[in-house]
């Protein structure tokens, strides 16, 4: 049975961007709270788009909405989690200032998803640790939880059979060979479809997730 890989457009900050991870049939995007991010948005700004989600998107239509934390203080993630309508929470699975697994700010394993830097071989059993149903398998770089246009080997996921995003790198132009050669569940994507830091390019959004869209595999 085929599958599509579900696709996950990371640090959208305007409504114009917004509207064409929906018109593409975006599965996932990301709203980032990073203090240090050039996609970081206020609460105000991420009012306005989850605002435009819930009047204006169709739910069978509407793509899940992600919050991204990394290094954020509790009081934050707090007043965020509790005033702003969200399907997951994303924590980086190094962020010593991520709440602990007794936080229910942590929210269940269906409702967050972790994101591991990738630093050598990985599979199922070594990373047994991270508790959430999806993962996002990025690469590493020091003092940065994501985002910074990276790859790595993706030999070194090639053993991961639980759901994941892969992420670190991707473009239009190598998203569907990054699928063909790993399987993953889905890929996420930031900087591979910015014309510059933070800045969303309408036309790469677009063949980004056409060119993941059109990708299938038999999933086994």
């Known amino acids: 049975m085929s599958q599509t ?14 509207k064409v991870c929906v018109e593409e049939g975006a599965d996932l995007i990301g709203i980032n709270f990073v203090s240090s991010s050039p996609r970081l948005v206020s609460p105000k700004e991420a009012e306005i788009l989850i605002t ?18 990394y290094k954020s203080s509790t009081q934050y993630i707090e007043t ?16 010593s200032l991520a709440p602990g697994e007794t936080s229910p700010l942590y929210q269940t394993k269906d409702s967050r ?20 149903d999806l993962l996002i398998l990025d690469s590493y770089k020091s003092d940065a939880g ?17 759901p994941y995003l892969l992420a670190g790198g991707l473009t ?19 900087s591979g479809v910015e014309s510059s830091p933070g800045n969303k390019d309408q036309e790469l959004i677009r063949n980004f997730i056409r060119n993941a869209k059109q990708f ?3 999933g086994n």
Do not use: M
Not at 5 to 18: F, N, S, Y
Not at 113 to 132: A, M, P, Q
Not at 148 to 155: H, K, N
């Open 80 to 95: 965020l989690l509790k005033n702003l309508q969200h399907d997951y929470v994303q924590y980086v699975s190094d962020d």
């Open 172 to 190: 239009p132009e190598n998203v569907a060979k990054a699928l063909s050669q790993t399987k993953a569940y889905g890929v996420d994507v930031a």
């Open 52 to 69: 435009y989600l819930y009047t204006s998107v169709p739910s069978f239509l509407r793509p899940k909405i992600v919050f991204l934390f």
């Open 216 to 218: 299938s595999y038999n």
């Open 5 to 18: 890989p579900k696709v996950k457009i990371c640090g959208i900050r305007k409504v114009d961007d917004l």
């Open 113 to 132: 998803i972790i994101s591991y830097r990738v630093k050598g071989n990985v599979n199922d059993d070594s990373l047994h640790f991270l508790t959430s």
């Open 146 to 162: 994501g985002g910074t246009g990276e790859s790595f080997p993706w030999d070194q996921v090639s053993e991961v059979r639980r």
